[in-house]
């Protein structure tokens, strides 16, 4: 590791032992699932520091900056996506004769975000209107993409709600994902604020099959904003051991 690389891994290690320390004394009264969402929104925060670190390392282009490296701001989208904001809830889901505030081809993370700066929504900085719960208490994704199955077989899909909570409170958003492939339903989640996962199977054939992905999250208007959820797609083919990250798609002309 260079001295750059050894400085900022350092700096990562002492915000850990602060944060770990600071916290200590709350640990014992957290719920195991109040204290995960914690945890990872402190990882969250701890990565994005670190990143504008090294945007500033000498030698890199910012593409390499913000994706790790040139051939990743290049690779081509893997699925069509659209963004939705709301102050009211939809009529239906997904909402027909309403114009998404963001749409287009977009590279499929493991994890997808409910925040409008992944999506190239203006940013209004700390105090932005997107994290008022009371201006948008509805987030939404519809997700469309082609899977190309190589092998005939039984494929688990699994999702993994996120919904944000207000620190271990019981004030939460709650979300609502239907994941189907070829229009056939295969795992929904139906208003829930939790993060238990859902699973679903379905046969597939060998050749290329539609994925499409409705998820909403919702907010009484009060509390953390429905932004700063998320969501994690994941697949077990046949032949997997576990379940890995759903990323192996083509996008939808439109």
């Keep these: 590791m260079n001295a750059l690389g050894g400085g ?31 945890l990872e929104k402190e990882v969250k925060e701890l990565r994005r ?16 900056a913000v ?3 040139a051939v990743a701001a290049t690779e081509p989208a893997g699925v069509f996506i659209r963004y939705y904001l709301s102050d009211k809830a939809f009529a239906q889901q997904p909402p027909k004769g309403v114009s998404p505030a963001a749409a287009g081809r977009f590279t499929l993370p493991e994890v997808l975000s409910f925040d409008p700066k992944k999506y190239d929504m203006p940013d209004e900085g700390f105090f932005s209107r ?20 190589r092998e005939t077989g039984d494929y688990e899909f699994v999702l993994y709600p996120k919904p944000v909570r207000e620190g271990g409170s019981s004030v939460a958003t709650r979300m609502t994902a239907y ?12 208003n829930r604020s ?15 099959h539609r994925l ?7 907010s009484d208007g009060f509390g953390p904003s429905p932004t700063e959820s998320h969501l994690r797609v994941g697949l077990k083919a046949p032949g997997d051991a576990s379940v890995r990250a759903l990323q192996d798609l083509r996008p939808l002309e439109y």
């Design 49 to 64: 520091i670190l990143g504008e670190r090294q945007q500033n390392l000498p030698g890199r282009s910012a593409a390499e």
């Design 179 to 190: 994941l189907r492939m070829d229009d056939r339903p295969v795992v929904s989640v139906a």
């Design 8 to 38: 900022y891994a350092r700096i990562l290690m002492g915000a850990l032992v602060v944060l770990l320390g600071a916290y200590s004394g709350a640990l014992a009264a957290e719920t195991p699932e109040a204290r995960l969402q914690r």
């Design 130 to 149: 997107y994290g008022d719960p009371v201006a948008y208490r509805h987030v939404a994704l519809l997700v469309e993409g082609d899977m190309t199955v």
């Design 67 to 69: 994706t790790g490296s």
């Design 194 to 208: 939790s993060w238990r996962p859902q699973r679903g199977r379905i046969h597939l054939q060998a050749g290329t």
């Design 212 to 218: 499409w992905l409705w998820a909403l999250v919702a």
